[in-house]
């Protein structure tokens, strides 16, 4: 400290310039650290999902882009009112859906947990877009599929295996009536044979959908589906969870001993996707083809004549001759 004179000619004590500036350099720089050297991994989620929900409304704007660019001609086409697909709708429930998600993914929940915690709110948004028109779904499974991997995109990579089993159990529920399966299914006796079948394969649904798309893309090394060929990382994923698809949905025509849920749902979403995507209809039914015989040989000791109706009537929908002409 200093004296210094006043206009009275009094004196008074003037503070030193560098007391007042070294504990405001001394804070700034401490600020200044503690941004540089932040106290979680890049890779904690509890930093990830922050980052992650930062990103969710610039990824959902870029999803509606791609999901409206690969299906505003079908809707078109098709005769699907406008008004059924409102994309601030599908937006704001798919925006909901992840924020649940990452807020589970930050608890360290597994994706069993996870399941138990949100397949019902999941379900009720699948339910609600179904109810009018079933083809609307595929509008908001698409949005789901393309939102989730524009966050993968900038999540760090050790990080992206846990965060991709989050987001299939979610697109799951969203793009199979797996809540409509086990509803039939509270119908039956335990040791039921139709039961006791599904009982049996579902568990095996992904290995079934791996071995015929893995035979698939054998017999047909040539063809490209929009993505590319069906050797492709993204394809692969794709095509199994269409097996996958198909799986369930037969297994709800034979619980609910009724052709419904394929007439009503599958085929017409089928028929809006798969000539957009560039999926021709001899790989749909090669795959059905091959999903019959892989049941066969995984149901050793189980009744398989109660679903073979069903599973004749799902090949005869997809029969390609039933599909020529159409463009």
């Known amino acids: 400290m200093r004296l210094l004179n006043t206009t009275d000619g009094s004196s008074a ?36 999902a922050p980052r992650l929900l930062a990103e969710l409304r610039s990824a959902s704007v870029k999803a509606w882009q791609r999901t409206e660019g690969f299906l505003a001609e079908a809707m078109i086409r098709h005769g699907i009112p406008a008004e059924l697909v409102d994309p601030w709708s599908i937006s ?10 990452l807020k589970l993914y930050v608890a360290g ?25 079933s083809r609307v779904i595929g509008f908001v499974s698409m949005q789901f599929h393309h939102t989730g991997v524009l966050l993968l995109e900038v999540a760090p990579i050790n990080q992206r ?10 697109d799951d529920h969203l793009y199979m009536p797996l809540h409509r399966l086990y509803s039939a299914a509270a119908n039956y006796d335990y040791n ?8 049996h394969l579902l568990p095996q649904s992904t290995a079934i959908a791996t071995a015929i798309c893995h035979r698939v893309a054998e017999l047909n090394p040539q063809h490209r589906c929009f993505s590319g060929p069906l ?12 097996v996958e698809m198909f799986q369930i949905y037969l297994w709800v025509c034979l619980l ?11 085929f017409p979403l089928c028929l ?24 066969q040989t995984r149901a050793p000791g189980h009744d398989t004549s109660v679903f073979t109706p069903y599973y004749l009537s799902f090949r005869e929908m997809f029969d390609p001759k039933i599909f020529q002409g159409l463009p």
């Open 13 to 48: 004590i003037a503070p030193d310039p560098s007391f007042l500036t070294s504990p405001a350099q001394a804070w700034a720089k401490r600020y200044i650290s503690n941004l540089n050297t932040p106290t979680l991994a890049e890779d904690d989620p509890a930093v990830v």
């Open 92 to 101: 704001k429930d798919i925006h909901d859906i992840y924020q649940h998600t």
């Open 109 to 133: 929940k597994g994706t069993q947990q996870m399941t138990a915690k949100i397949a019902s709110a999941v379900s009720e948004i699948r339910s609600r877009y179904t109810a009018v028109d």
């Open 161 to 170: 295996p846990i965060l991709s089993r989050f987001f299939k159990v979610i």
């Open 192 to 199: 039921d044979p139709a039961l006791a079948l599904v009982r």
């Open 231 to 242: 050797t492709e990382a993204s394809v692969r994923v794709s095509s199994i969870r269409d």
């Open 256 to 266: 609910e001993q009724s052709l419904e849920a394929l007439q009503r749902e599958l």
């Open 272 to 295: 809006m996707l798969y000539p957009s995507l560039n999926v021709t209809w001899e790989l749909v039914f090669q795959m059905v083809h091959l999903l019959g015989k892989e049941i």
